[in-house]
């Protein structure tokens, strides 16, 4: 098997999970923002931004515009760095969690690693 050919079934595999967030967040979060909106107006804002971050990089990564996938990736990370620190440090910030409170702890930490996962295969791909 190729490296292009293994490269190939990485990224299915990165899209694919990616597509799996894009429609998990983008459905909880306009749910609570719909219904629970009084809860925690902050959570939900940054769940759904979480949600629109993934749908840009499973469009990014599918269609190869892997200057976009790599920009979206990169603020991914760092919303997730971010706002996990805040939920530990000021956790009164969050009266609900977030896609990324904690560092993703909710989704077993999926949120922390896929864009590190993802960075690495574009990194990869574009060698």
């Not at 629970?36 to 990014?60: C, G, M, N, Q």
Request: charged share 15%; glycine share 8%.
């Amino acid at each position: 098997m190729t490296v292009k050919a293994k490269s190939r079934g990485v990224g299915t595999l990165v899209i694919a999970i990616y597509g799996v967030f894009a429609i998990s967040a983008s459905v909880r979060a306009s749910y609570q923002l719909l219904r629970k909106y009084e809860d925690a107006p902050l959570a939900y804002w940054l769940s759904l931004l979480a949600a629109v971050v993934y749908i840009i990089a499973t469009f990014a990564l599918a269609k190869g515009k892997y200057d976009l996938a790599n920009k979206t990736l990169i603020f991914e990370l760092a919303g997730v760095l971010i706002i996990g620190t805040l939920s530990i440090a000021v956790p009164s910030l969050f009266a609900h969690p977030s896609v990324w409170s904690y560092y993703g702890m909710g989704y077993g930490f999926i949120p922390l690693l896929l864009p590190l996962f993802g960075l690495w295969w574009v990194r990869r791909v574009k060698r």
